[in-house]
């Protein structure tokens, strides 16, 4: 594959995972997956899981965004 310069485009197509919080029984770990809002000039995040065995889960699906998820010491 030919190397192009990067262009804004790429950049606003980046995705930032960040914030993990393993779940208190170790299976599971909670994290915020966030982009770039181009039109609203600002990262939006939502909340998801992922288990051993790679299932994904999201949690949030507001427009505004959402981050900094925490288990509860039950696990839920």
């Known amino acids: 594959m030919a190397k192009r310069?990067?262009?804004?485009?790429?950049?606003?197509?980046?995705?930032f995972v960040g914030d993990?919080?393993?779940?208190?029984?170790?299976?599971?770990?909670?994290?915020?997956?966030r982009h770039i809002d181009a039109a609203k000039n600002k990262y939006v995040g939502q909340?998801?899981?992922v288990d051993r065995e790679g299932s994904l889960i999201q949690w949030?699906?507001?427009?505004?965004?959402?981050?900094?998820?925490?288990?509860s010491p039950c696990g839920s």
């Open 5 to 15: 310069p990067i262009t804004a485009e790429d950049l606003l197509s980046l995705k």
């Open 47 to 49: 909340i998801y899981s």
């Open 60 to 71: 949030t699906t507001d427009e505004a965004g959402a981050g900094n998820g925490r288990w």
């Open 20 to 33: 993990p919080q393993i779940s208190p029984d170790g299976t599971r770990v909670l994290f915020t997956l």
